[in-house]
Nanobody
Framework: VQLVESGGGLVQPGGSLKLSCAAS????????MRWYRQAPGKERELVAA????????YYANSVKGRFTISRDNANRTTYLQMDSLKPEDTAVYYC????????WGQGTQVTVSS
């Protein structure tokens, strides 16, 4: 089982990044997918979630209207489009899969700074 995140990096405030999470080793289309983030010295927090068919989504208040979660079940990938980025969005972003089992990715660093 693997969840591999990519797409992180350094971006200026107001900029955009798109994170990807490629899944393997389990039936991706049956799993709820989530993105979490953890900033230095802070607890890991839920950022966004998407149901197995992509019909239901959830966003933390802090990212609502700026981030968009999506998934492509045919390609076993989930995405997090992040727009209007702020310095407080700086964190390691983790992909998470849940059904009977729970899987985590290794994380990708997002840094928002001028």
């Amino acid at each position: 089982v693997q969840l591999v995140e990519s797409g992180g990096g350094l971006v200026q405030p107001g900029g955009s990044l798109k994170l990807s999470c490629a899944a393997s080793g389990f039936t991706f289309s049956l799993y709820t997918m989530r993105w979490y983030r953890q900033a230095p010295g802070k607890e890991r927090e839920l950022v966004a979630a998407i149901g197995s068919l992509g019909r239901s989504t959830y966003y933390a208040n802090s990212v609502k209207g700026r981030f968009t979660i999506s998934r492509d079940n045919a390609n076993r990938t989930t995405y997090l489009q992040m727009d209007s980025l702020k310095p407080e969005d700086t964190a390691v972003y983790y992909c998470y899969a849940q059904r009977e089992a729970i899987y985590w990715g290794q994380g990708t660093q997002v840094t928002v700074s001028s």
